[in-house]
Each structure stands twice: as C-alpha cells, then as structure tokens.
C-alpha cells in the first residue's frame, strides 16, 4: 500500500514539475544516487484515519518531502523556488484510479533540514487514501 501511494504522488509531482525539476526527483525509498540537488519524496507508515478501525477502509500516511542543496554552493533564491513549485503542484490534489482514492493531501509542517553538507527543507503532508 505504501508503495502504490508513493508511486501515485511521485508520478504526479514528475508529470507537474518543470524538466528541470523533474531531473532531480527521486523515491525516498531508493538505492538511487542523490545527487545534490534533488527533490526527495518519501510515504511513512500507513494506519487508520483518526479513530476508525483498518475494517472501516480510511488510512492516513505521513507524506514527506525532502528539497536539498549544497550547503557549499547555494542559490537561496533557486532553493525558494523549488519548494514553491513543489507545493504548488499539490494544491486541491486529488486521485482516484486502479482502486485507490487519495480523498486529500494536506499540508501540515516545513522543518528545516541543514547539515554540515546541505541546506533545504522537508514539507510534510498528511495523505487521506480509501482503498477501494
């Protein structure tokens, strides 16, 4: 199931960016090189939607967003950039096909995420998915 979200939000953000952008984007769960920058996308855990039970057939699943660049040779101003374009392209997202229904993809929080080699942010969204 995790899988088959990722797939779905991956393909969306690849078909939504600019070529560009599409070059660096890679599965969160990957042994694909992470060339810097690059635009990460990676589903966490999925568990029942607030109080309902796995039988009632709603999930929720953590959706997080890595947006990276060298913390060496950095354009602020190209970094911002990304990370608009990428919000953007899930605005009023919405899916349904080959039985699956993302009811909503909701924005939730943008932790910054430097490091000695790197400066960027993760976006984190939460997916509303029914499995039909």
């Known amino acids: 199931m995790r899988e088959k979200i990722e797939n779905i939000l991956f393909t969306h953000l690849k078909t939504s960016l600019p070529a560009n952008l599409r070059s660096i984007l890679v599965h969160g769960h990957s042994t ?4 810097i920058p690059y635009i990460s996308l990676d589903v966490g855990e999925i568990k029942p939607f607030g109080d309902f039970q796995a039988d009632d057939g709603i999930f929720e699943a953590q959706v997080s ?3 990276a660049d ?3 040779d950095i354009n602020y101003r190209e970094l911002f950039k990304r990370i608009r374009t990428v919000m953007g392209a899930f605005t009023n997202f919405a899916y349904t096909q080959d039985g699956v229904e993302i009811d909503a993809l909701l924005y939730e929080d943008e932790t910054d995420a430097r490091d000695d080699n790197n400066m960027g942010v993760v976006l984190t969204y939460k997916a509303i998915v029914q499995f039909l």
């Open 32 to 35: 694909e090189d992470r060339h």
């Open 70 to 72: 060298s913390a060496h």
């Open 65 to 67: 967003i890595a947006i």
